[in-house]
């Protein structure tokens, strides 16, 4: 059975510098697809990015980026120019092919003003 | 707001009762999902629903069911209430059965506490 581990459950940044959270996975598939997604206070689930792992180019959206190592099966996000507003808990699921999504159990990211 | 409703927002209810969890779907959305999180922890799925016919089933207990009706609307009925199945509850919903990876937004949650 596919797992995903979050190996960090709290990290601290300054704000305006960089952060990465990192996620790592254990499968035996070699198509899936994996998420980042951000919960703040207010509970919503909220998705950061997402990547293909056939596609070996890093997906980026804005301020986040992910490293993503598919023979290591790691995941992690990267946060450039950290904000007030990307304090939350972060969590890293995988989807596979029963189309589940498979959770990490989060990391809570604290923003330093 | 993702286009995904869930009502109600917040249920308080004693042990052994039951009761029951709605989701509205984003329009045109076939596929919907439940999870299940407790107090700071991961999200457990319990089940998705494609179109009106249950498509996966994780680690729902035998106590819980849904159901998909034709309007694409779902419910998930939670019976014989237990303290620990005090947690928020979310539903989800994408356009298809994440074939391609598409995205599943998240309702904003019903938060059920059990006296």
């Known amino acids: 059975a596919q797992t995903v581990t979050q190996s960090q459950p709290e990290m601290s940044v300054q704000e305006a510098e960089t952060v990465t959270l990192s996620c790592t996975y254990d499968?035996?598939?070699?198509?899936?697809?994996l998420f980042w997604y951000k919960q703040p206070p207010s509970r919503q689930m909220i998705l950061v990015i997402r990547q293909e792992a056939y596609k070996q180019q890093n997906a980026t959206e804005n301020r986040f980026s992910v490293n993503f190592q598919k023979a290591a099966k790691s995941f992690s996000l990267k946060i450039s120019d950290s904000q007030l507003g990307d304090a939350a808990m972060y969590f890293c699921?995988?989807?596979?092919?029963?189309?589940?999504?498979?959770w990490g159990a989060g990391t809570k990211l604290i923003i330093k003003p | 707001d993702s286009g995904v409703t869930q009502t109600p927002k917040h249920l308080i209810t004693a042990t052994g009762q039951r009761v029951t969890l709605r989701c509205s779907p984003r329009?045109?959305?076939?596929?919907v999902y439940w999870y299940q999180q407790s107090l700071d922890q991961g999200l457990q799925f319990l089940i998705q629903?494609?179109?009106?016919?249950?498509?996966a089933k994780g680690n729902i207990l035998e106590r819980f069911s849904a159901q998909q009706f034709p309007d694409l609307h779902s419910e998930l009925n939670l019976s014989s209430l237990e303290l620990g199945d005090s947690a928020l509850y979310f539903c989800?919903?994408?356009?298809?059965?994440?074939?391609?990876?598409?995205?599943?937004?998240f309702g904003p949650g019903t938060r059920l506490t059990v006296l």
């Open positions: 699921a995988y989807l596979d092919s029963n189309y589940q999504l498979i």
């Open positions: 499968t035996s598939e070699s198509d899936y697809y």
């Open positions: 629903y494609y179109n009106g016919e249950e498509r």
């Open positions: 329009s045109g959305d076939l596929s």
């Open positions: 989800a919903s994408s356009a298809q059965a994440l074939a391609g990876g598409n995205e599943q937004f």
